[in-house]
């Protein structure tokens, strides 16, 4: 998994905990930290989450055998 897929991956999963937040207890985290959902700056986080999980639509495509890791050499 290359270093964008990773990065992708984990603000995807942070945008997902946001909404557990939001559903589970009505708590907007990304709201709360930087100044209500219409600030400018939690907009943009809503948007880089929002691509984030875009991009990672394509990680459903890759096939099984680039997905697995090798084994380590042995020693």
């Known amino acids: 998994m290359s270093g964008l897929q990773r990065t992708a991956l984990i603000i995807a999963i942070i945008g997902a905990v946001n909404w557990g937040l939001i ?3 009505g708590f907007d985290l990304v709201a709360a930290i930087f ?5 400018v700056f ?13 991009y ?3 990680l ?3 096939p099984q055998e680039q997905t697995q890791q090798s084994p380590e050499p042995q020693k």
């Open 35 to 39: 100044g209500g959902q219409g600030a």
């Open 42 to 54: 939690a907009r943009v986080i809503y948007a880089i989450v929002g691509l984030a999980g875009l």
């Open 56 to 58: 990672c639509i394509s």
């Open 23 to 25: 559903g589970f207890f």
């Open 60 to 62: 459903l495509f890759i």
